[in-house]
């Protein structure tokens, strides 16, 4: 008796641990590898609904601008917090793969908004915009990467898979800890 498409469909990606997780485990059953990619694409349609909104209603200024620049830095953040429990829990391979894939995408629909303050403050450099609209959009970037901590934070605070556990609260577990005063410094021999 042959086995039908949807079941063996079924089978592959139970072979690859996508499904039929233990919902003890899971508070979903599912495998938190998809629930991190439905977070980032979730995270990806919302933000280009608000961006496409942007770019019907707004016309090209100044205000327009500073929007994109703050979706595009939120798109940005909430995806790589996401990519950091892909990378803690799947390796350096998935991790680079998912970046590799989101950089396509952004590189495809961001337009000008570079999410990126380097960007602003070369053309600040290069004289093709003046200090007040740099700090604008430097502001929006910042605002964008504070607004991201708190979306990605809810999230993580629903806890709907063990590698969210205690993720939403924890402190900084980096390896790296400098003193951001100190960083500045460079060390005399």
Not at 12 to 31: H, P, R, T
Not at 127 to 155: A, E, H, W
Request: charged residues 20%; proline residues 2%; hydrophobic residues 50%.
């Amino acid at each position: 008796m042959s086995v039908s498409l949807p079941r063996k469909i079924w089978r592959v990606f139970k072979s690859m641990g996508v499904v039929g997780w233990s919902k003890k485990k899971n508070l979903l059953g599912a495998n938190p590898m998809f629930i991190s990619s439905a977070f980032i694409l979730l995270t990806l349609a919302l933000a280009s609904l608000l961006r496409k909104t942007v770019h019907k209603t707004l016309s090209d200024n100044l205000i327009k601008v500073l929007l994109l620049e703050f979706l595009a830095t939120l798109e940005l953040c909430a995806a790589c917090f996401e990519l950091i429990i892909v990378a803690d829990n799947w390796g350096i391979e998935a991790y680079a793969l998912s970046l590799f894939l989101l950089t396509i995408y952004w590189s495809s629909c961001w337009g000008n908004a570079s999410a990126c303050p380097y960007i602003p403050m070369e053309e600040l450099v290069e004289g093709s915009k003046n200090l007040s609209t740099v700090g604008l959009i430097v502001l929006s970037q910042i605002l964008g990467g504070l607004v991201t901590f708190r979306y990605v934070q809810l999230f993580w605070a629903m806890e709907l898979v063990e590698t969210h556990r205690g993720k939403a609260f924890e402190d900084c577990a980096a390896d790296l800890h400098v003193n951001k005063f100190c960083s500045q410094i460079k060390k005399k021999k």
